[in-house]
């Protein structure tokens, strides 16, 4: 944030997040939530998933234990199988971005019938 000329108090009040909270994470002493990477990634626009991802390199990182001390075995039921995880087609944040999209044209739709339906009817001739 330094080489942008942002301050933590700067950058918590315009992102709507305790000052305090961004301290920590930023001293290491809490990590990213997913609510607070939404707003830094909408912020700094990138990815929410940037965030995360930097928080889980930074959380394995500090893990220094080695595999044979934590005495854990492959299941033996999966045999010589492995998984590919495969990313979703959307990222959840853009489906919730469209389900959000969908939700207020649908809501714009029933203000203009509304409105259609209010307006005073002209005298009838006859």
Partial sequence: MEPLGLSAYRVSLEIGVPQITLSHILRGNRGI??????????????????????????????????????QVEKCAALGDRQFTLKPPEKPPLAQAAQAAQAAQAAQAAQRVVLIKFQQPVGKRAG
């Fill in 33 to 70: 939530s997913p609510g607070v990477a939404v707003r830094l990634g909408l912020y700094f626009g990138v990815a929410p998933q940037f965030w995360l991802a930097l928080q889980a390199d930074y959380d394995l990182s500090r893990i220094s234990v080695d595999a044979e001390e934590l």
